[in-house]
């Protein structure tokens, strides 16, 4: 009989001080727990725990003190070390063994075992630091040689091996620890006989975990003196990835690493490795567990160990495969919705079994059956014990006892009581039964979110609809059953409501009705009749009155199961004129001595005005005194409001000017004195649109033009050649005043020096 050894680990291997061959070491793996922050946030400190397992029967492989591992940095397609240096100052180093730890050979009961099993698991445990990135870490351990006598690879007293495990980035973004597995493998394994081992993890943060077979890597070399290449015995570093596979012997491989018959498998969701070995010998295996969340991989957890396979002289074990074992050899199965059972019978060893005998109760009576499984047809309900002796009459034998339960008749039912047309709740009553158990528990999904544990309860739906309903039931010995039904709550309300966006205001108004009665969803029929003669469909409608005065409106609801209500209302909505603007503006010209006006809002039915001067100045007085103080063209608007927020605007402008004048002395004194020394036009001159100015000497040659009343004549020619001499000069004068008609003179001036 094969017993499973269970063992929680997640570790790196570790080697002696002496550097030797470690010829017998049997398997390692290592794993991460996250502490928080490291000096900063930028930083995680981790404990990274690393155990070995060795083969200490022959004395063989020591545990390192210290031991040496390294970390690298993923960087693109290249890893970087995240230690500096060379040889062993490029390896983070653990002094000491935290513990030693014999590994007990499985207890068989009923099977003699090799006595010269002996195991042990070393562990290592140190902190480091590193900085949160956006690429993963690969934590490695390498050591040559594995087990010269391993039957699965090739080469394997010259092949080493590599333990490593991962952290992503969404495992440092997180502060994730990394699963762990539960139990240590069993260290030996009978040939032929069936077995199962949980190699389940468990993980602190509940994460998903997936399982697989999954290869074994090479590590390290059989060169005893060269430390610094991946062909050392402890390369130093330790190489980074990627790292090779080991080379497997026909017909084994990474995902079949035992053989067997049928093939030994591991199950992906809960670890459970189980079959039957064929041969004898030594075998490594990998089990590799990824971890993720929410889709992302958070971390690979990888196991490589050796299973070991002997013959076992065989004992017998009476057993049964689908029952509940309730002692030794006491078993009780149940039958839910049958009595018919077809017994399936695991006793072990098979090979040493040659009779068996059953005896159970049916139908009043006492049955026998002699063979390996019988195939029952119980002829009713109830309660069936029985016994099943192997090889009766001899040592070698064993006897279990059975009880099996047989509920053939457990039925869900229940009907739903209401009225299909009124909004009130709904009863549920359970008619469930069986002739042979006692219902115990009542689990209702109501539709809409809602569940109830009680056997009839009762709920008002909140909205209308269609719901499935399932009531599922279980008897005292487990067995289940369901039924579906539809519940079609289509009642009509028994108030119709509405909700419009507003009540009132000035045509053209635009308002948006919504219908809030309950129970009502859009799958019911709205008619909405206006008193205006418009009539609309739907759920929420836009309807716009034209017209001032007062509307009702009826409205009309359907269920799609036909149940019928409608409403009347009064003086729904209430539509006014709109405003009519209406002012007094005293003045629209005035001149800049006195920029004033006065405005006053004359407007009726309104609740404010607001003033807008040149675009910019706004004022919200019923009457104003505006002060425009630079000419031109001002522009004033009011905007008149009522208490429905409508408005009628009133525009003017209002001109601001300012006196002209404009004189042209007759001499001048351009001697550089200061008085007198340039001739042109002065006076009130703001509003020129159009000038120039033309002199000519008694020769009526020009000496000297300007467009610009600010530019004056220097007595020079033309402001920048030789001084012109004293006497008599003759201008031309032409300008365009605003709202002034064209001037034209022709004078003479006199030039004195």
Known sequence: MTRNIAIGIILVFSLPAQRTYSAHIIGGEMYYDCLGYGKDTTFRRYLITIKLYRDCAGGGAYFDQPLGFTIYRQSGNQYINTKTGTGSAQEYSIPLLTSVKKIDPPQYPCLELPDNICGEAGVYEVMVELPIINEKYVVVWQRCCRNKGITNIIDPGNTGATYSIEIHPESQRTCNSSPRFINFPPTVLCVNAPFKFDHSAVDKEGDLLVYEFCEPLKGGGPDQLDFTSCNGVTPRPDCPPPFDPVDYEFPYSALFPLGGNPPITINSFDGLISGTPTAIGKFVVSVC?????????????????????????????????????????????????????????????????????????????????????????????????????????????????????????????????????????????????????????????????????????????????????????????????????????????????????????????????????????????????????????????????????????????????????????????????????????DSTMVNLKNPVIHVRDQSVGTIGRTWIIDDKNYFYDPELQVVLADTGIHHIRMIATDRFLCTDTLDTDVIVYQDFSLFMPNAFTPNGDGLNDEFGPVGQMHSIEKYQLTIYDLWGSKVFESEDPKQLWNGSFDNTGPNMPPGIYVYDLYYKATRKDPYHEQKMLTLIK
């Not at 991989?297 to 002997?310: G, M, V």
């Not at 030794?328 to 695991?346: A, P, S």
């Not at 549920?428 to 002739?435: C, I, T, Y």
């Not at 309807?543 to 609801?557: A, I, P, Q, W």
Request: glycine letters at 8%; charged letters at 20%; aromatic letters at 14%.
């Open 289 to 585: 567990v990824s971890e993720y969340r929410n889709g992302i991989l958070l971390s690979k957890l990888k196991r490589d160990f050796q299973f070991n396979i002997a013959h076992c002289d065989g004992e017998i074990e009476a057993r049964l495969e689908g029952a509940n074992k309730l002692n030794t050899d006491h078993f009780e199965i149940t039958l839910c919705g049958t009595k018919n059972y077809q017994i399936v019978n695991t006793s072990i060893d098979s090979k040493y079994i040659h009779d068996i005998q059953w005896t159970y109760e049916n139908g009043g009576m006492i049955d026998t059956f002699y063979g390996w499984s019988p195939f029952i047809q119980f002829k009713e309900g109830g309660v069936h014990s029985g016994q099943f002796i192997i090889n009766p009459n001899t040592n070698c034998g064993d006897t279990g006892y059975f009880k099996i339960n047989i509920i053939p008749d457990l039925n869900s039912q229940f009907t739903a009581v209401y009225d299909s047309c009124k909004a009130g709740s709904v009863k549920f009553m359970d008619q469930s039964s069986s002739s042979n158990s006692t219902i115990k528990n009542w689990s209702w999904s109501l539709g809409d979110g809602f569940y109830s544990y009680i056997q009839n309860p009762e709920l008002q739906y909140l909205r209308p609809g269609t719901y499935p309903v399932l009531l599922t039931i279980k008897d005292n010995y487990g067995c289940i059953s369901k039924i579906n039904r539809d519940i079609h709550w289509y009642p009509a309300p028994d108030v119709v409501v509405f909700r419009p966006n507003v009540n009132e205001g000035c045509v053209p108004l635009k308002v948006e009705f919504k219908n809030v009665s309950f129970p009502t969803d859009n799958t019911y029929r709205f008619i909405w009749k206006f008193s205006d003669g418009v009539r609309d469909s739907g759920f929420t409608v836009q309807h716009e009155f034209n017209v001032k005065g007062s509307y009702d409106l009826k409205l009309e609801v359907e269920s799609p199961l036909g149940c019928y209500t409608e409403g009347e209302f009064k003086d729904v909505i209430f539509a006014y004129d709109p405003p009519t603007a209406n002012w007094s503006v």
